[in-house]
């Protein structure tokens, strides 16, 4: 059976750091990729970061592209998402997500899918991120 799990949300200043880890069982590591999604009142979730856990690849989105950090832990099955400058309008629920590596003809490694909700196969409970002073 998959399973995430998404510990070290907090309450933090702006400007502060946090870092969150997923820690994942029942898959192999290695073959899927998992991403950081957020979700604050009102608003849709929205993709943050994506690692593939085979190579080591990473994307962000623009909002958080240079403040948050993505990264992975294999031997441990965990991804951290290390967030530095928090702002306020960072504050949301955080889910971490692993989604199914695709592979185009002649691919002998796996391909990340878009950072989309639709895209992830199989989710955990999200960390509340409150940032405020």
């Known amino acids: 059976e998959v399973q995430l799990q998404a510990f070290g949300g907090g309450l933090v200043q702006p400007g502060g750091s946090l870092r969150l880890s997923c820690q994942a069982s029942?898959?192999?590591?290695?073959?899927?990729?998992i991403g950081w999604f957020r979700q604050a009142p009102g608003k849709e979730r929205e993709g943050v970061s994506c690692?593939?856990?085979?190579?080591?690849?990473?994307f962000s989105e623009v909002s958080v592209k240079g403040r948050f950090t993505i990264s992975s832990d294999n031997a441990k099955n965990t991804v951290y998402l290390q967030m530095n400058g928090l702002k306020p309008e960072d504050t949301a629920v955080y889910f971490c997500?692993?989604?199914?590596?695709?592979?185009?003809?002649?691919?002998?490694?796996?391909?990340?899918?878009?950072?989309?909700?639709?895209?992830?196969?199989?989710w955990g409970r999200g960390t509340q991120v409150t940032v405020s002073s």
């Open positions: 997500a692993a989604a199914t590596l695709y592979y185009d003809a002649g691919d002998t490694i796996g391909k990340m899918p878009p950072l989309k909700v639709n895209e992830y196969d199989y």
């Open positions: 029942g898959f192999t590591f290695g073959d899927y990729a």
């Open positions: 690692i593939h856990t085979g190579d080591g690849k990473t």
